[in-house]
């Protein structure tokens, strides 16, 4: 059988909303997205998330869907969309959208016949209480600081009802069967259109108890069979790609036999990645690639370093999580709901773009299939004058024009301003500036993506942690056939020598996969030079 698309696929994050205007309003759309398809394939991406274009007020980054089958006007039409998922398609792109019901906005349809009228059909699709019970621990608001309950009292319903998220976001009862059947009815409706599936947000938080009997509170995972089972009826091979931020194993239970989620972010894996950094050690990846439990057949890792929301280290002991904070986020205006970073990638790195690079080679080289966020791949910084997790939601940066190229109108009608100063100012840090230069992060992220997409043994093969005899370098590799794919990464700001075994011994050949070069394995056990920071991609091959 072949393998899923998925496995081996490279996953490009985008917000509609500020990748590229097409219509000089300030607002990134499909037009601008898909003027851009051009930019994702030469890059090298296989699969774009798209994240909520749907209809929304806006208040929590489009999470607060108030129609799950329309595109936010502000983004263009439903033909504007098509038009992108078939230009995507041309250039052998896939998409999927996110899809976002563990809960609505307090707007949708739903929620307001909901709270007018006990005796609606849509009255069992939220979750209600005259006398709401406390939470049980570990199942508090997601946003502490800003929300203060799980619960709110609304005036018309003249009850509480539940949520998670923020007190405008009211969690759907999934446990209803009228509920899980709305989800297939949008399950089907954007596969019929091509797309390739779904990024389940909040994909655990949907199925908990919810503090309510229900048969399926005792058995939540059947629900996820379900979507699943329904979704792989629709379109073989549809992905469903969850949002679980959990422990090893909790993470098991969710991949099931491969019946539920096809992949999980890997957010216990990322937390251990930004802890080695911070460390310039590789003990902490290694613990966490140890303990992490392997994706069945079907099933795959996703893995990032960071996203369009907070990096969340929750994974972290509160000591660990001290520790990233201090060299990471040495500022209190860094941090946020106690748990996370609202920073991008590079300026937490310093801009040291051997470093960026580290991390990247880390991302594409890791068992699983990597996922990063537009912007990263030129090094975009953060605007920590913005609120909130939208310090990281900035216009992409194409050029040194006027608002970077990212849209026509004038700078205060900007959805989000252009980041205009400092060293990640988009005169300095823009794709047209790195599309030329070979040494740009731009054409070594390329390099990556090229790299990981012929080989599959990243993405398929089972991974061996290696023994470099020194604990700034992380060793790995994969066996492919008869070759070994060897993967050194040196945490430390400093030269470093690794001792690594390769198991093809004498008569081999050893062939540098970054520059080129090759070399006779003249002995088993070889020494490698690492430069500061530096990672080197090795395929060991016999005669
Ligand atoms: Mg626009």
């Known amino acids: 059988m072949d393998e899923p698309w998925y496995k081996n696929a490279v996953f490009y994050a985008v917000d509609v909303a500020l990748f590229q205007d097409s219509n000089g309003d300030g607002i990134g759309d499909f037009k601008g997205l898909t003027s851009r398809v051009p930019y994702l394939a030469d890059l090298g991406v296989t699969c774009v998330w798209i994240l909520p274009s749907y209809p929304s007020l806006g208040r929590d980054n489009g999470y607060d869907v108030t129609d799950y089958y329309q595109i936010r006007p ?62 049980p621990p570990g199942q508090g608001t997601i946003f502490p600081g800003q929300e203060s309950s799980v619960w709110s009292y609304d005036d018309v319903a003249r009850a509480f009802y539940y949520h ?36 389940v947000d909040a994909a655990l938080h949907m199925v908990e108890p919810k503090l309510l009997d229900s048969t399926e509170a005792e058995d939540p995972h059947g629900i996820l069979r379900r979507f699943h089972d329904f ?8 992905l469903l790609l969850g949002e679980v931020d959990e422990n090893p194993d909790i993470l098991e239970a969710t991949f099931g036999s491969g019946n539920q989620l096809d992949m999980l972010f890997n957010f216990y894996l990322n937390n251990d990645i930004f802890l080695a950094l911070a460390r310039e050690d590789s003990g902490p990846v290694i613990k966490a690639l140890q303990v992490l439990p392997e994706p069945p057949k079907t099933a795959q890792w996703a893995n990032f370093l960071r996203n369009l929301d907070e990096l969340d280290l929750e994974r972290l002991s509160d000591e660990e999580r001290d520790e990233v904070f201090k060299v990471f986020a040495p500022e209190d205006g860094m941090r946020i709901f106690g748990r996370g970073i609202r920073r991008r990638l590079a300026p937490m790195l310093n801009g040291d773009q051997r470093r960026i690079e580290l991390a990247f080679s880390l991302l594409f080289s890791l068992p699983g299939a990597p996922l990063f966020v537009y912007g990263d791949e030129i090094g975009m910084g953060e605007d920590l004058a913005r609120e909130g ?27 989000a301003p252009v980041i205009d100063r400092g060293d990640f100012a988009y005169r300095q840090v823009n794709v047209a500036n790195q599309l030329e230069s070979p040494d740009s992060l731009l054409s070594k992220v390329r390099s990556f993506i090229r790299l990981r997409r012929e ?20 060793g790995h590799s994969y066996k492919s ?17 690794a001792q690594i075994d390769i198991v093809q011994a004498e008569g081999g050949r050893l062939r540098d996969l970054l520059s080129g070069e090759e070399q006779r394995l003249e002995r088993r056990t070889q020494t490698v030079r690492m430069e500061p920071y530096g990672y080197r991609w090795l395929l060991a091959t016999p005669d």
């Open 481 to 497: 056939g008869k070759a070994s794919l060897i993967l050194l990464h040196n945490l430390r700001g400093a030269e470093r020598k």
């Open 74 to 135: 502000q983004l263009g039409t439903l033909d504007d969309f098509l038009e992108f998922l078939h230009k995507a398609g041309e250039h052998g792109i896939r998409v999927i959208l996110d899809l976002v019901v563990d809960h609505t906005s307090d707007k949708h349809p739903w929620f307001e016949a909901a709270r007018r009228d006990e005796q609606s059909r849509y009255r069992d699709y939220y979750i209600w209480s005259h006398d709401p019970p406390p939470p």
């Open 231 to 238: 979704a792989t009826s629709r379109r073989p091979n549809a």
């Open 389 to 415: 997790r939208d310090a990281v939601r900035t216009a992409m940066q194409w050029s040194d024009q006027a608002n970077a190229g990212f849209s026509t109108a004038a700078a205060d009608k900007l959805t």
């Open 164 to 199: 998670r998220f923020y007190s405008f976001e009211p969690g759907l009862n999934v446990a209803n069967p009228d509920v899980q059947d709305e989800i297939c009815r949008i399950i089907d409706y954007w596969l019929s259109f091509g797309i390739s599936g779904f990024r």
């Open 455 to 474: 080989h599959h043994a990243i993405g398929s093969a089972a991974f061996r942690l290696e023994d470099t005899a020194e604990s700034s370098i992380l």
